[in-house]
T-cell receptor
Framework: DAGVTQSPTHLIKTRGQQVTLRCSPISGHKSVSWYQQVLGQGPQFIFQYYEKEERGRGNFPDRFSARQFPNYSSELNVNALLLGDSALYLC?????????????FGPGTRLTVL | AQSVTQPDIHITVSEGASLELRCNYSYGATPYLFWYVQSPGQGLQLLLKYFSGDTLVQGIKGFEAEFKRSQSSFNLRKPSVHWSDAAEYFCAVASTSGTYKYIFGTGTRLKVLA
């Protein structure tokens, strides 16, 4: 079975621009989470969506938004990009078992803001 | 607040030597605990997880981890390291209620000497 897929792999933007990152979960998974990993740090939680509803949000500004589609894929949008938004953005999906919520990660999208 | 501490930023071991990576967590109840590995430029791969029961957990690639409640620790071990184990290792904790958010440590970078 295919794992979590993310697109694009790499992205270069300039300050003030907007970006959309995409994620397709593992087949059968209904939950998608987004994390930001700045170089040299562990991933930081941004959002989780389950059945198209936001289930959790981390400590990120309103410039960050996300949504989940009926096929459970998801998009992460970041507006008014800042240099500090440069990071690896990771998407993870979880199986329907809500007790364990084990998260399986994709390869990430490397965003560089110039 | 929940937190995860990985005290060792870098660890260097010789190939064939044993390995122990430390992880301490702060959480009021028994958490869900995870170890992930990240190769350069890659996403996170789940090595093992602990939810309940036997405190010694076996994972993939010959890794194991032991949950010690009294020490709030979940250390990762491998009896004999291979050169391919060189990577960054992350410990994570998830709440046992509302398990949508993982909190990661800052990671330990493992270097393996031939």
């Amino acid at each position: 079975d295919a794992g979590v897929t993310q697109s694009p792999t790499h992205l270069i933007k300039t300050r003030g621009q907007q970006v959309t990152l995409r994620c397709s979960p593992i087949s059968g998974h209904k939950s998608v989470s987004w994390y930001q990993q700045v170089l040299g740090q562990g991933p930081q939680f941004i959002f989780q969506y389950y059945e198209k509803e936001e289930r959790g949000r981390g400590n990120f500004p309103d410039r960050f938004s996300a949504r989940q589609f009926p096929n459970y894929s998801s998009e992460l949008n970041v507006n008014a990009l800042l240099l500090g938004d440069s990071a690896l953005y990771l998407c993870a999906s979880s199986p329907p078992d809500s007790v364990t919520n084990t998260q399986y990660f994709g390869p990430g999208t490397r965003l560089t803001v110039l | 607040a929940q937190s995860v501490t990985q005290p060792d930023i870098h660890i260097t071991v010789s190939e064939g030597a044993s390995l122990e990576l430390r992880c301490n967590y702060s959480y009021g109840a028994t958490p869900y605990l995870f170890w992930y590995v990240q190769s350069p430029g890659q996403g996170l791969q789940l090595l093992l997880k602990y939810f309940s029961g036997d405190t010694l957990v076996q994972g993939i690639k010959g890794f194991e981890a032991e949950f010690k409640r009294s020490q709030s620790s979940f250390n990762l071990r491998k009896p004999s390291v291979h050169w391919s184990d060189a990577a960054e290792y992350f410990c994570a904790v998830a709440s046992t209620s509302g398990t949508y958010k993982y909190i990661f440590g800052t990671g330990t970078r493992l270097k393996v000497l031939a």
